[in-house]
């Protein structure tokens, strides 16, 4: 794929996801020679900045693949599984943020640090000018999974234990919305409104992310749960979640429990996630030094702190993970992906 003619599509270019694809697309300074931005007849003819320019929207049809080369897919699971199988059919290399694909058998689910490898021989597999669909995983997943991963090459994962705290962001501009306009009401002795999320979420806590099921587990616990075991290619991996929503606005949280395989300290766990690419470790409680969301919003790394030692098993260590949801968590691990299919010396 020759990088000067690369012609590049965003679809669900307007929303908090598609808005963060094109600051990252701006910030790498990925190569492109056409940028298209896709969204739904209601946000026709509205415009989004790019590169000190604005770029006009326009409506997502079959047309719109028509000569890109890849299409980074923001817009939600059903538009994708009605779009991505035409983009992809024309040529486009999809690679789409939501989770309608996930699990597919013959798409890959990519994390760079993680399994790259899985990606650049899938590419390879493809012939020229074929098409392909790439899932990028759940926010809450990558984060864990970019820890996870050098630690079970390492010590071997026996068990996982994850609860996420997650920011409202999560649920998109109206999750955002909805935390600003409750705290606003709370603090004018208002009516508190409920739309998107199922109670307050103002100065309140909910353990309770997407649907439900029938587990008892919501969706969002089985994404995390489903989407590790793919990723790390361990599909007996014992691993359970909680997910929760918090009234941050950006970043996820997650406090992980760690049983490993082979014997294991604190200090071998910092010691290798020191060296592993993509994590910052921030661990010095005493000084005050450990990652929390109000710092570390808008920043790409996944940071790891809190780091311990479970007494109550062998090789156990209890640890804490924040990282920008709609950054690592979405747009940039997309762009990521977009950078390994331009280096993967595929014809197209």
Not at 112 to 133: A, C, K
Not at 246 to 265: D, G, L, Q, R, T
């Amino acid at each position: 794929m020759d990088q000067r003619e690369v012609s590049v599509a965003v679809v669900g270019a307007t929303g908090v996801v598609g808005r963060e694809m094109l600051e990252v697309l701006e910030e790498r300074q990925f190569p492109y020679s056409q940028l298209k931005v896709l969204a739904s007849s209601r946000s026709v003819g509205e415009s989004v900045d790019f590169a000190d320019k604005e770029c006009i929207v326009e409506e997502l049809s079959a047309d719109s693949f028509d000569n890109v080369d890849i299409a980074l897919f923001s817009a939600g699971a059903k538009v994708s599984e009605t779009f991505g199988p035409v983009a992809r059919d024309k040529g486009v290399i999809v690679i789409d943020n939501s989770s309608y694909f996930r699990m597919h058998d013959d798409v890959p689910l990519v994390v760079p640090e993680v399994n790259n490898r899985v990606l650049r021989e899938h590419l390879q597999g493809l012939s020229p000018r074929q098409g392909t669909i790439i899932a990028n995983p759940n926010c809450s997943t990558i984060q864990l999974a970019v820890v996870l991963s050098p630690l079970d090459r390492k010590f071997g994962l026996k068990r996982v234990v994850v609860s996420t705290y997650q920011s409202v962001s999560g649920a998109g501009k109206q999750g955002m919305d909805e935390l600003w306009d409750q705290s606003l009401a709370l603090f004018n002795q208002e009516e508190i409104k409920i739309e998107k999320f199922s109670k307050q979420i103002a100065f309140n806590v909910l353990p309770h992310c997407d649907l439900f099921l029938e587990n008892g587990y919501t969706k969002e616990e089985m994404k995390v749960i489903l989407e590790s075991r793919k990723i790390l290619k361990k599909k007996d991996l014992k691993i359970t979640a909680t997910s929760v929503r918090v009234p941050v606005f950006s970043c996820h949280s997650e406090s992980v429990n760690i049983e490993f395989e082979n014997p294991c300290s604190a200090e071998n766990v910092r010691s290798v996630l020191r060296e592993s690419q993509g994590i910052v470790v921030l661990d010095d409680p005493t000084r005050g030094e450990y990652p929390n969301a109000a710092e570390l919003a808008g920043t790409d790394a996944t940071y790891v702190g809190r780091i311990r030692e479970d007494d109550s098993v062998a090789s156990g260590v209890n640890l804490w993970i924040v990282a920008d949801n709609l950054r690592k968590g979405a747009a940039l691990n997309a762009v990521q992906i977009a950078e390994i299919v331009l280096s993967s010396q595929r014809p197209h």
